[in-house]
């Protein structure tokens, strides 16, 4: 989709007030029937009027009053909320995440509207200092959430079809009143999920991420909280691609009078290139990726990755096949040789102390996905100078696997 614009919510959204909702209520329970208002009370009022708040309250507390008492106290907490705002409100309290989408979206120049039933949302802004394009008034829709009326109103003002707009919520009424309008519904929390949002998350600081990827930019890889990306191919995702031709691994094929014929004549063929995300060099943190092996051969030897063992001699690494067919060679630094089939769909475990080389076989591109320790580094220059002890070769129909001595002599390895 085309995002044109962007309607959030507010608490529980772009700001934490739900402290401040806690503290009036507990300061009016206490005061008037000196009741200890507790967490697990608080949540049954969540994203729901103040005046129902009340009645629920009453319920749960046992409290006898006159429906106009429980309709003054809701009053009352409300004005010692409206004073915490006023008081002690900050940029605390905005939502992690929520500055860096907001900047996002400007940078991308799409408005960002607020849909709030809180009459408390303009003031809130402007003491956070928060500019958005347009600030829906609750009062001037008929129908409150889970109505679309508030979106619905948010998109008018702008001249947008709801299919142009997203709206992001974290509360059940709110999801749905998305949902009503037609629009693509961010969801924070267990609500979203229940509610069918498009996108769910599980915190607002993964909502740069996401629209991120509604916006066709390169994703947003937080590497301390974890975070999620497609891994289509070929791929937008990859933060760090490199491309291998001909020219620069010349002196790891055999046929060396081939190679120089071709580089001669300007033919320098991609053999592979490969895909991988820019991870933290560090021990717990994983370096992952996606490689594509074309097919072909020099003279008659398959196309090949380098290889390599890696700095840390003991790093395992998982292979795993999309597609096409071939082999992962590998040696041990003690002489073991070990191959194994990549084949679509089976995963592939190139253990400690071996160095691994892909092949490819077949007559499809090899697409295999990676995963290693992400401080491991790569050795490629005990391959390079010695390169491995075997070799694969398609003749005719046939793959033929051979040591890499067999009819070399005077050539390089
Ligand atoms: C893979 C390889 C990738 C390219 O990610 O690095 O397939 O092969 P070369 O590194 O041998 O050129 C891997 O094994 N990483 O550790
Ligand atoms: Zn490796």
């Not at 090949?304 to 690494?317: A, N, R, V």
Request: glycine share 8%; charged share 20%.
């Amino acid at each position: 989709m085309e995002v044109r614009l962007v309607i959030f919510d507010l608490d529980g959204v772009v700001v934490n007030t739900d402290e401040f909702h806690f503290m009036a209520w507990e300061q009016v329970l206490l005061n008037k029937w000196g009741i200890c208002h507790t967490r697990g009370a608080e949540d049954l009022t969540k994203g729901i009027p103040r005046y129902t708040c009340m009645e629920l309250l009453a319920k749960h507390y046992h409290i006898a009053a006159t429906p106009q008492e429980l309709h003054r106290t809701a009053d009352e907490k409300n004005t010692v909320y409206q004073e915490l705002l006023r008081t002690i409100l900050s940029q605390q309290q905005i939502m992690p995440g929520i500055m860096e989408t907001l900047q996002l979206l400007q940078e991308h120049n799409i408005p960002i509207a607020l849909a709030s039933s809180s009459h408390s949302a303009a003031f809130i802004l402007e003491k956070l200092g928060l500019n958005f394009d347009f600030c829906v008034d609750p009062d001037s829709v008929t129908h409150g959430k889970p109505a679309p009326d508030i979106y619905l109103a948010a998109a008018s003002h702008f001249g947008l079809p709801p299919e142009a707009c997203v709206g992001v919520e974290d509360a059940a009424s709110g999801i749905a009143s998305i949902r009503a309008a037609g629009m693509f519904c961010v969801g924070i929390g267990m609500p979203a999920l229940e509610g069918g949002a498009d996108a769910t998350v599980s915190s607002t600081d993964q909502l740069p991420g996401v629209f991120a990827s509604l916006l066709g930019l390169p994703p947003f890889l937080n590497w301390f909280t974890g975070f999620s990306v497609a891994l289509t191919f070929p791929s937008s995702l990859t933060t760090q691609t490199t491309t291998r031709r001909l020219s620069h691994m010349a002196g790891f094929f055999r046929d060396q009078a081939t190679v120089k014929e071709l580089l001669e004549q300007g033919i320098d063929p991609i053999i592979y290139e490969f895909h991988e995300l820019a991870a933290p060099k560090h021990p717990g943190d994983v370096s992952f990726g996606l490689t594509t092996l074309y097919p072909g051969n020099i003279g008659e030897e398959c196309f090949m990755t380098k290889g390599h063992f890696h700095q840390i001699l003991e790093t395992g690494e998982v292979y795993y096949t999309l597609q096409g067919s071939g082999l992962l060679l590998t040696e041990h630094t003690d002489g073991t040789v070990r191959w194994f089939p990549l084949v679509p769909g089976s995963a592939t475990y190139a253990a400690k102390g071996f160095a691994h080389r892909m092949v490819n076989t077949g007559d499809k591109p090899l697409i295999c996905f990676f995963a290693y320790r992400a401080d491991a580094g790569h050795d490629y220059n005990t391959i390079g100078l010695s390169g491995l002890q075997k070799r694969v070769f398609r003749r005719g129909n046939r793959i033929e696997i051979e040591s890499a001595n067999v009819r070399a002599k005077g050539e390089i390895q």
